[in-house]
């Protein structure tokens, strides 16, 4: 298998963390979406890392459904989530609220890379707020 993408890039870290916890091998291609356009597009055309190419040539995109497979791959004991009921919903509220707050939290860092003049404060405002109710809304779960 080949994982496309930066390690800069939390997705791409959360699936080669997952890979290397259930012993998968693969190969990494360190490519970003903005310097490597061209060459990811030829595994994954919209340009989405991380990708993963599989040993028969189909391509998953999407850390979450990417991880999914990984789990179902690695076989029986090996589960991220229960297979259904309250504990199953739990982790997959946590896991949808951690990566919206993820990718709110990369917005604002995209934002504040634009020049002054360019900057939207509003946005980065709203942002903001997103990301700090995210926080808190794990932090409620988390006890």
């Not at 990984?70 to 259904?84: D, I, K, R, V």
């Not at 995209?110 to 808190?136: C, D, K, N, W, Y």
């Amino acid at each position: 298998m080949k994982l496309i993408g930066p390690w800069m890039s939390g997705y791409t870290r959360r699936v080669g963390i997952t890979l290397n916890l259930l012993g998968l091998p693969f190969e990494h291609l360190d490519w970003s979406g903005h310097a490597a356009r061209d060459a990811i597009r030829q595994y994954s055309p919209m340009g989405k890392v991380p990708a993963l190419v599989l040993d028969d040539g189909d391509v998953l995109v999407d850390s979450s459904a990417i991880v999914d497979y990984l789990y179902e791959l690695a076989g029986a004991g090996q589960t991220l989530l229960s297979a259904a009921g309250p504990q199953r919903r739990a982790a997959l509220y946590c896991a949808a609220v951690a990566l919206e707050t993820y990718g709110k939290h990369s917005q604002i860092y995209m934002e504040l890379s634009r020049p002054a003049a360019g900057r939207h404060p509003a946005r980065i405002e709203a942002l903001l707020r997103q990301v700090l109710t995210g926080f808190q809304m794990l932090e409620a779960r988390a006890g």
